[in-house]
């Protein structure tokens, strides 16, 4: 069983850098099947893909046009986790946060499967 | 952008109706289409796939349909635990949700 575990600061200021990070148990993040995504919900936006991660012999990004300029997913294979970076957030950056996987092989194709539990990280002075 | 549309916004129903939620795409999205049920507090679940299949678990009282643009979710005969908001999303060209159905208690 799959389980994604999220952890990360709460609360970030304005300009500042949101950091995130979803800890992996029954996958692994360089797994040659799985690609490792992270999405936020809002009230105003509703639910937005961010952006991924995933490895075929070789890591490779994907990233969501409207925060490509401001975001950054990296796997960590020591640790089994990949993590959330954008840069130069703004009061329309609060949402929750989660984390999930695609088994892009699996039966469930590009479909998200698992999720994290969610992490609320308001923007705010 | 592959926008979708819901609706309704909110539907009032009684344990063992049917709801049928609707799910309209801008585009296109072929039987790229998957529906997700999200509770309170909690991440979204995955439903359906590839607009008719069932993920592991999902009573069959939860059936999907629809081709291109227009797609269905139907709850037949609603459990208590039914009572949620459900997210259609497509994976055609990149991933996009709906803004949701809740189906609320009457």
């Known amino acids: 069983q799959v389980q994604l575990q999220q952890s990360g600061p709460r609360l970030v200021k304005p300009s500042q850098t949101l950091s995130l990070t979803c800890a992996i148990s029954g996958d692994t993040v360089s797994s040659n099947t799985a690609a490792w995504n992270w999405i936020r919900q809002s009230p105003s936006r509703g639910l937005e893909w961010l952006g991924r991660t995933y490895y075929r012999s070789k890591w490779y990004n994907d990233y969501a046009l409207f925060v490509k300029s401001r975001v950054v997913i990296n796997p960590d294979k020591s640790k089994n986790q990949f993590s959330l970076q954008l840069n130069s957030v703004t009061p329309e950056d609060t949402a929750v946060y989660y984390c999930?996987?695609?088994?892009?092989?699996?039966?469930?194709?590009?479909?998200?499967?698992?999720w994290g539990q969610g992490i609320m990280v308001t923007v705010s002075s | 952008e592959i926008v979708l549309t819901q609706s309704p916004a909110t539907v009032s129903l009684s344990p063992g109706e049917t709801a049928t939620l609707s799910c309209r795409a801008s585009?296109?999205?072929?039987?790229?289409l998957a529906w997700y049920q999200q509770k309170l507090g909690q991440a979204p679940r995955l439903l359906i796939y590839d607009v008719s299949r069932r993920a592991t678990g999902i009573p069959d009282r939860f059936s999907g349909s629809g081709s291109g643009t227009d797609f269905t979710l139907t709850i037949s005969s609603l459990e208590p635990e039914d009572f949620a908001v459900y997210y259609c999303q497509q994976r055609s060209d990149w991933w996009t949700f709906g803004q949701g159905t809740k189906v609320e208690i009457k």
């Open positions: 999930a996987r695609a088994d892009m092989s699996g039966a469930y194709g590009d479909y998200f499967d698992y």
């Open positions: 585009q296109s999205v072929r039987s790229y």
